[in-house]
């Protein structure tokens, strides 16, 4: 859902005057419906003393152009020691980071943990006159979604039953501040955010194998995705030869009269099998960006589960980096099992998939097999390690892997660089992350990314800005703000909240033009139900050319403005993100709202 789309509702700007009263500026052209103000937020009468900063703030529900960093490349980076924990210790000069060789100046650092943002983001929420909320209903603020994506497309009826137990121990783990989710890569058989355990665990009985489409009509020779790709892409002479003698023993008896007949046979099935395995590959990292801009949406800690058996693709490279590069900037981990478990790495191949070819043919195609399978594994180690995560594989007990994958990393790093002379040519720019400390860490982080093949425009890379920053729970503190949430029931089923900003001019930076003191501020505000879903927001513009004497009037008390939202009863949690003009300069709060019944 694009932040844009959000409906909107005007607000009142509340200027402090003198510490000591506030003037009401209803939003130009439209209207508001009030919550009754508190006591000590009385409105000034309409007088003319009152009506010079009138000309000077103004407010309306436009979007305003920034003068945005563009083209800023994220990487997310979790460094492990030798016992697999994640190490929350290092700073900006620890990291060495390398775009196609060159080392690059990294210019944002962050350091992410789970639950630090939430833990830090709670605002005051306070009842409207008329209205209590005892402390025993103060709300419970949502700390972590996790999305178990299951590749239905392409799982085994083995390998789908053993991953539904192994999901069920994680849903008897779930505490009063998660929700989960079960998707599939069909697109069937789903359940969106819920803590409702049984409405989960009812979604998981139907995890089932669904293919795209039957099985071939021929299984005679068999050949594999990799293996039709070798023959028909890549022109494999020593591949098709073996596939050749496949089907001279399956459907010739060995009668080497049809030998041509039997590479007929082997290149049509090839050429059978090839658009199969691209098709539901494609469908499936489709549907894995589908997800992460469903959990793009959520105020929280984000995670995905990705159990497959894996994926040998001939486009990888592209498509993976663009999952990766949404997933990091969207601040959602991806973890990755692999749900075929044990599997030997040595010719023979898959333990559970015995070979049925021919005994000419047997040393070949257990090569095949290993390099399919290190080829699908590579595809879900970069997923893990671009987006954060972990990659669980060549173990059989796939319920620790839940447990343990369910959550992001302890600690985990985000480092922002602009690359310089950045070629929109579309090409793939390898990176590489190192550390200059002593320690011997293990690092796990993306492995690049392609160049944007236009320039992106500043007024629309300004909106993703404020919109990624509206769903998550960081708190941000570039821009010093204040949250405060008010309600009041108007009637058993229905409400009013006020949702106040408070925003300290000392904190902003004004550029001077025609005498005055110039900035803009976007207000975006966003309410989401206890599942995290969108319920009602706005965004809206407001406009500062202050005179000097104004400045300094308002420099202590700032100003605050007040958007009002109808809603049901209920729980909510309430995010608002400020950005101004000229510094760019951002400020997040994130607060709990509970209406009773």
């Not at 399919?372 to 669980?392: I, K, P, R, Y």
């Not at 975006?524 to 300094?552: H, P, Q, S, Y």
């Amino acid at each position: 859902m694009a932040f844009r789309s959000l409906g909107s509702k005007a607000g009142t700007i509340l200027l402090g005057a003198c510490g000591c009263s506030f003037l009401a500026l209803p939003a130009r052209g439209q209207s508001d419906k009030p919550v009754e103000p508190a006591p000590s937020q009385q409105t000034a009468p309409n007088n003319p003393a009152a009506a010079g900063p009138v000309a000077e703030v103004s407010t309306h529900d436009a979007t305003s152009t920034f003068k945005v960093r563009v083209n800023l490349v994220l990487v997310r980076v979790v460094a492990r020691d030798a016992q697999g924990h994640a190490i929350g210790t290092l700073h900006k000069e620890d990291f060495r980071l390398f775009d196609k060789g060159k080392a690059q100046v990294i210019s944002t650092f962050a350091v992410e943990r789970p639950g630090s943002h939430t833990e830090a983001s709670r605002a005051t929420e306070t009842p409207a006159r008329d209205a209590t909320t005892p402390d025993k209903n103060s709300p419970v603020l949502i700390e972590r979604y996790a999305a178990m994506l299951f590749d239905d497309l392409n799982l085994s009826m083995e390998d789908a039953l053993v991953s539904r137990q192994a999901a069920t121990k994680f849903l008897e783990a779930l505490q009063p501040s998660d929700r989960v989710a079960l998707f599939t890569t069909s697109g069937q058989r789903e359940q969106d955010f819920t803590d409702d355990r049984g409405k989960l665990a009812e979604a998981l009985q139907g995890i089932i194998p669904r293919p795209l489409a039957g099985p071939i009509s021929s299984s005679c020779p068999e050949i594999s995705f990799y293996e039709a790709d070798l023959i028909v892409n890549k022109r494999d002479d020593q591949a098709l030869a073996a596939a050749t003698q496949d089907a001279l023993e399956c459907a010739y008896q060995n009668d080497p009269r049809m030998q041509q007949a039997a590479a007929n046979l082997a290149q049509s099935t090839a050429y059978q099998v090839l658009p199969l395995g691209e098709a539901s590959n494609e469908a499936a990292f489709r549907r894995m960006e589908e997800v992460v801009r469903r959990m793009t949406v959520l105020p929280g800690q984000r995670t995905i589960v990705l159990v497959s058996p894996g994926f040998f693709t001939t486009f990888a490279t592209r498509e993976t980096t663009e999952v990766v590069d949404r997933a990091t900037r969207a601040n959602v981990v991806i973890n990755t099992i692999d749900a075929r478990g044990l599997y030997a790495g040595t010719p023979g191949g898959d333990i559970s998939k015995p070979f049925t070819g021919s005994v000419l043919t047997a040393g070949i195609r257990s090569l095949h097999t290993v390099a399919e399978q290190f080829g699908q594994s590579d595809v879900m180690a970069e997923l893990a390690d671009g987006t954060g995560g972990s990659f669980f594989h060549n173990r059989n007990d796939l319920g620790e892997g839940m447990r343990q994958f369910a959550a992001a990393p302890e600690f985990s790093y985000v480092l922002g660089f602009s690359p310089q002379n950045l070629k929109f040519d579309g090409s793939f720019h390898t990176l590489k992350v190192t550390l200059g400390t002593k320690e011997k860490y293990a690092l796990q982080a993306r492995r690049g990314y392609f160049a944007p093949q236009a320039k992106t425009d500043p007024a629309e890379s300004a909106r993703k800005d404020i919109e990624e920053a509206i769903f998550s729970q960081e708190e941000l503190r570039d821009l010093p703000i204040e949250l405060q949430t008010q309600f009041f029931k108007k009637t058993e089923e229905d409400a009013s909240v006020a949702v106040l900003t408070r925003v300290d001019l000392k904190g902003l930076r004004f550029r001077k033009a025609d005498g005055r003191n110039q900035n803009n501020l976007t207000i975006a505000t966003a309410i989401f139900d206890e599942n995290g879903n969108f319920v009602t927001g706005n965004e809206k513009v407001v406009e500062m050319k202050l005179r000097d004497t104004t400045l300094e009037r308002l420099s202590r008390p700032g100003i605050m403005v007040k958007s009002s939202f109808d809603v049901k009863p209920g729980t909510y949690m309430v995010r608002l993100v400020v950005r101004d003009s000229e510094a760019e300069l951002l400020g997040a709060r994130t607060s709990g709202l509970k209406i009773p019944f």
